[in-house]
């Protein structure tokens, strides 16, 4: 996805906003993007979707979409992984219909798939849709994103294999899953640049990219996602050293704050970007 700038925003209208007003809003506030949650049911109201596109416009607040949970495109039966393409294409139309640029999705479960073989179902789903989006005109980009659950299909070394594999395909990155999937693993600035560093090397310029971000706790095992927690819990990963990263590289990305409170983390994560912009 073509960027200008580092955009952030909340996953989801914002929680101190009415949502008839939530795009001026975000804007007053100082923010300039939005994902657009349809993780229950996509809709389907092209002229509303339209609208509610139209207004984001206006205000400088560029969307993406999450799509449905329900999507498990390395499902065990030839019928469920046609109905998580048909959800996923419903979702890329609707992004389509409101000018969002890139829909993010759980890509699935390895259930009794070995590793290899669920990657192998699901790039050969991603393909058919892609042919589908391709036919229609959909020219609305596919993000798999990294999960934090080690059962689930989405690894970062899995998102970036469907990445490189699918044409039109480039992965949603989640810190906050990457941190507690493998028990924890972000501890600073270093563990940061390691994981960009296998991204370039497999997809190549970290420009575009879409981030989620926010502090994870992880289950009782310290292995996968428990819950998710404001800025500054304690629970991890901090922010800091990836601000750090993004400002001094001039990194252009789509920073979508999965906090419990929202855009009031979109601002906090973007004060603390601009005060290593500053220098300070």
């Known amino acids: 996805m073509i ?66 949970y329900a999507i498990n495109l390395s499902a065990e039966t030839e019928e469920k992984i046609k109905g998580s393409i048909n959800r996923l294409l419903s979702a890329a139309k609707a992004a389509k219909a409101m000018g969002a640029l890139h829909v993010t999705f759980h890509p699935g479960y390895y259930l009794k798939r070995s590793r290899n073989d669920a990657l192998r179902v699901a790039i050969s789903a991603l393909r058919e849709l892609r042919e589908i989006m391709t036919s229609e005109g959909i020219d609305v980009e596919l993000g798999p994103e990294t999960m934090g659950k080690p059962s689930q299909l989405g690894s970062l070394d899995d998102v970036l294999e469907m990445a490189k594999s699918v044409e039109g395909v480039s992965p949603t990155i989640d810190f906050a899953h990457l941190h507690v999937r493998d028990g924890g693993i972000i501890k600073g600035e270093d563990d940061y640049r390691s994981i960009l560093r296998r991204i370039e090397r497999e997809i190549g310029d970290l420009n575009g990219l879409v981030v989620h971000f926010t502090e994870v706790e992880a289950t009782s095992s310290g292995y996968g996602e428990r819950m998710h927690h404001e800025l500054g819990s304690g629970y991890g990963p901090d922010f800091h050293p990836l601000a750090k990263i993004i400002a001094e590289n001039g990194l252009k990305w789509f920073i979508v704050s999965e906090s419990p409170i929202l855009e009031r983390d979109s601002v906090k994560m973007k004060e603390i970007y601009e005060s290593f912009l500053r220098g300070s």
């Not at 001026?24 to 993007?33: A, D, M, P, Q, T």
């Open 3 to 68: 960027l200008d700038r580092v955009r952030f925003g909340p996953a989801g209208f914002p929680i101190d906003s009415p949502k008839e007003r939530a795009f001026e809003y975000l804007r007053k506030i100082g923010l300039s993007g939005m994902e657009y949650q349809a993780v229950r049911r996509v809709p389907t109201n092209e002229k509303e979707l339209k609208k509610l596109g139209e207004e984001a416009k206006e205000n400088d607040i560029l969307l993406t979409l999450h799509a449905p």
